[in-house]
C-alpha cells in the first residue's frame, strides 16, 4: 500500500526517482541493444545509406518510447504526473522530428549517388517503392503533426481540432511499422533482431492500448459512474458529486484529477480535466469547476443521474512525495481544489495554506478550507488583490515572511500558470529542495 498523507517517507528513495531511474534504464537498455543491432547488421551500399540506417532506428525506439509517454501507465504517472510526462513528449517529439528527416534525407541522398542521378529523381524514384513509399507517408504525418503542435500554431487552433490532427500520429505509426517490417536490412538481419522488434513494439502498443482505452472503459463498465449531486458554490463555480459502485476500489488519491465526460451535456470528444475538490471517500468523487468555457459552465444544468464517463485518476500531485513534517499548500483561484482535498487528509505535520484570490468573494470553498485548517491546527492565509496592487505574496521576502521555515517544508502549488511558475521562482531563489516541491500544471495537451 501506498503511503499516505500521514506517512513521511524518510531514507527510502522518492517515487518520482524511482520512476525516472526507470524510465532511463529502459532508454539505455535499448539504445545500446539497437546500437549492436546496428553494428552487426554491417555496413550499407554507401557510407551515407549507413549513416541513413543508423538514423531509422534511432526514429524507431523514439516512436515506441513516444508511445510509452503517453500510455498513461499508472504506476508512472502517480511518480512522475501526466504534466511532466506530456512536455516529455512534446520534445521527444520534436527530437523525433529531426531524427525522421535527417533518415530521409540521407535515404534519398544515398541512392543518388549510388544511381548518380539528382535527389529528385530519385525521390519519385524511391516513392514507387512500396516500402519506401510507407515511410514517406509516415514522414509527412510526423511533418504536419509538429507543424501543428509548434507553439505558435497550436495556441491559434481549438483543442479539438489540434487533438483531431494529432491523433494523425497513430496512422503514421501504422505506417511505420509497416515500412520497418518491409525493410530487409537491420531490422529483419536476424532472428534475435526479428524476435526485439516485434517485443518492443507489441509491449509499445499494448501499454498505450491497455492505459488509454481497455483500462478507462473497464473501469467505466465496472463502476457505472452517474452524476448524484449538483451543487452551485457561487455564480460561477459548481460542484458535481459523482457515484458509482465499489468506489472503494478506484485507486483514487486527493490531489489527483480526472478527466471527465458526461453524455448528452456534450459532444463525446469534448471532455476535461477536474481535479477532485474533496479526498475520495469509497462512496463518491467530487469536482469543482469555474464556468471558463461553454464545458464547465454547462455543468450546472447537469441531471441528477445522468451518466458520467470518468478517466483516471490522473497526476502526481499526491501526499507519497512527502518528505518532511510540515507543509506549505500554496493555492491560487480554483487552484485550491487539489488543496483542499489533501487538507482533507489527516496531516502528518503542522500545515499552513496561502489561498490566492482576487477577493474574498472569488475564495472557493474557502469556508471548507477554513474548517480543515483549524481542525489541523494549521493556519490560512487569505492573499486578495491582483497583480500590480502592492508588492507580490510571493517575492522571496514577502514569502520568508509568511512562512519563515519554509525551505524545511514539503510545498505543494496549484493555480494558473503565471502564478505557479512565480511560485517556482521564488521557491529556487530561496533554495527550497526540488524534492520537496511539487506543483500540479495537469491537461489535456
Not at 518520482?16 to 529502459?26: D, E, I, N, Q, Y
Not at 459523482?242 to 463525446?268: E, K, M, S
Not at 455543468?299 to 483516471?312: C, Q, Y
Request: hydrophobic share 50%; glycine share 8%.
Amino acid at each position: 500500500m501506498e503511503a499516505t498523507y500521514t506517512q513521511v517517507r524518510q531514507g527510502t528513495i522518492p517515487p518520482v526517482v524511482a520512476a525516472r531511474r526507470a524510465l532511463w534504464t529502459f532508454v539505455i537498455v535499448n539504445l545500446m541493444i539497437v546500437e549492436v543491432l546496428f553494428l552487426s547488421a554491417g555496413t550499407g551500399q554507401n557510407g551515407v545509406l549507413t549513416v541513413a540506417k543508423f538514423f531509422g532506428l534511432h526514429a524507431a525506439v523514439l516512436m515506441l518510447f513516444q508511445l510509452l509517454l503517453v500510455a498513461r501507465l499508472p504506476w508512472l504517472d502517480r511518480r512522475i504526473g501526466m504534466d511532466r510526462l506530456t512536455v516529455w513528449h512534446r520534445w521527444v517529439g520534436f527530437t523525433l522530428l529531426w531524427t525522421i528527416l535527417s533518415h530521409a534525407v540521407l535515404v534519398v541522398l544515398g541512392f543518388a549517388r549510388l544511381s548518380h542521378t539528382s535527389m529528385t529523381k530519385t525521390f519519385f524514384s524511391l516513392a514507387d517503392v512500396p516500402a519506401s513509399l510507407l515511410g514517406m507517408c509516415a514522414a509527412a504525418v510526423v511533418v504536419v503533426v509538429a507543424v501543428v503542435s509548434a507553439r505558435y500554431v497550436r495556441q491559434r487552433l481549438r483543442y479539438e481540432v489540434w487533438h483531431g490532427l494529432h491523433l494523425l500520429l497513430y496512422v503514421a505509426l501504422g505506417l511505420a511499422l509497416v515500412h520497418q517490417l518491409q525493410e530487409t536490412t537491420t531490422f529483419s538481419s536476424s532472428a534475435p533482431a526479428k524476435i526485439y522488434w516485434w517485443a518492443l513494439w507489441l509491449f509499445a502498443f499494448g501499454a498505450l492500448v491497455t492505459g488509454r482505452f481497455v483500462m478507462p472503459v473497464w473501469r467505466n463498465v465496472h463502476h457505472r459512474f452517474e452524476v448524484a449531486a449538483v451543487v452551485l458554490e457561487s455564480d460561477n463555480v459548481v460542484s458535481v458529486h459523482v457515484t458509482g459502485r465499489h468506489l472503494d476500489r478506484l485507486p483514487a488519491r486527493a490531489g489527483q484529477f480526472c478527466i471527465w465526460r458526461f453524455p448528452g451535456h456534450n459532444h463525446w470528444w469534448l471532455a476535461n480535466p477536474f481535479s477532485l475538490s474533496a479526498a475520495p471517500d469509497g462512496r463518491t468523487l467530487r469536482l469543482t469547476a469555474k464556468a471558463v468555457g461553454s464545458t464547465s459552465a454547462g455543468l450546472r444544468h447537469l441531471p441528477v443521474g445522468s451518466r458520467a464517463f470518468v478517466e483516471g485518476p490522473y497526476g502526481a500531485f499526491t501526499s507519497m512525495h512527502r518528505t518532511r513534517s510540515g507543509a506549505l499548500l500554496i493555492a491560487g483561484g480554483i487552484g485550491i481544489t487539489p488543496i483542499r482535498a489533501l487538507l482533507e487528509e489527516e496531516s502528518a505535520g503542522d500545515v499552513i495554506v496561502l489561498y490566492r484570490v482576487r477577493s474574498e468573494s472569488d475564495a472557493v470553498l474557502v469556508d471548507e478550507v477554513r474548517d480543515l485548517v483549524a481542525d489541523r491546527g494549521g493556519r490560512l492565509h487569505l492573499l486578495t488583490g491582483t497583480r500590480g496592487e502592492g508588492a507580490s505574496p510571493f517575492e522571496p521576502d514577502s514569502l520568508r515572511a509568511l512562512v519563515p521555515d519554509v525551505t524545511e517544508r514539503d510545498v505543494y502549488v496549484c493555480g494558473p500558470p503565471a502564478m505557479t511558475s512565480a511560485v517556482l521562482s521564488t521557491l529556487r531563489r530561496l533554495e527550497v529542495p526540488q524534492r520537496q516541491v511539487h506543483a500540479e500544471r495537469f491537461g489535456l495537451a
